[in-house]
């Protein structure tokens, strides 16, 4: 199995120094930077659009930007994205009419391609495009903010999408956004994750460091 990505979500960042906790961030060990974009539309809450992504990259962020698209209708946005220097772009089964057109859109785009699913989608949206997956994300919480509490059921999902990925024998990563502490990281790579969304968790301390060490302790358990 592939290595574990921590990508914190920048959501819980302090907006007015983007550019300086994103540094700090990857400094302390992150792998990659997870952008939430929310519209008020398909989620209750607004954030940030592809100018912010590119005023990431044109600060000098270097790392992978992992854009989690929770907007309604998705496809115009893919290639603003792209251009703003998207590297993996996901978006919501629910929120694409044409989740397979989507997906290639992402990929003839350059970018690396995933769906969402949110903690009551079921899985069977994935059946068809498994070959066009290089990531699929799960849900733990129900989409629009932080700080939310990490939904137990989804430990079981994730298991049933590990099994989905290894019989497909397609390489494709397990993201698991929501919830995710120290405290619960290894239970949640346990049951398949590979790449781990961390906001709140990671931005509410004052080291960012000792945070993303403790889950890498927990990880190697
Ligand atoms: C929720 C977002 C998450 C969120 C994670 O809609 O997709 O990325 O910021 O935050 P925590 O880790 O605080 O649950
Ligand atoms: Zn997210």
């Known amino acids: 199995s592939k290595p574990f990505l921590i990508a914190p979500s920048i959501l819980a960042a302090d907006f007015a120094r983007l550019g300086e906790e994103v540094d700090n961030v990857l400094a302390a060990g992150a792998d990659v930077v997870h952008f939430d974009v929310m519209d008020n539309h398909y989620v209750p809450n607004l954030t940030v659009g592809p100018m912010v992504c590119k005023a990431l990259r044109d600060y000098g962020i270097t790392a992978p930007i992992d854009v989690h698209l929770m907007v309604k209708p998705v496809d115009a946005i893919i290639p603003e994205f792209a251009k703003a ?27 690396k391609a995933g769906l969402v699913l949110n903690p009551a989608t079921p899985l069977h949206c994935l059946d068809y495009v498994m070959d066009k997956l290089d990531m699929i994300l799960l849900m733990s919480v129900n989409p629009g903010f932080g700080g939310q509490k990490f939904i137990p059921n989804t430990l079981d999902k994730l298991r049933a999408v590990r099994k989905k990925i290894d019989e497909s024998g397609y390489d494709i990563r ?48």
Do not use: W
Not at 184 to 195: C, L, R
């Open 85 to 111: 220097g998207a590297s993996m772009i996901t978006f919501h089964a629910e929120a694409s009419e044409h989740i397979d057109r989507s997906l290639q859109l992402i990929k003839e785009h350059g970018c």
């Open 174 to 221: 397990l993201e698991i956004d929501g919830g995710v502490t120290p405290d619960n990281i290894a239970e949640v790579a346990q049951a398949g994750a590979d790449m781990f969304v961390a906001g709140s968790a990671i931005f509410n301390q004052p080291d960012y460091k000792a945070v993303i060490d403790k889950m890498r302790a927990e990880l190697a358990k």
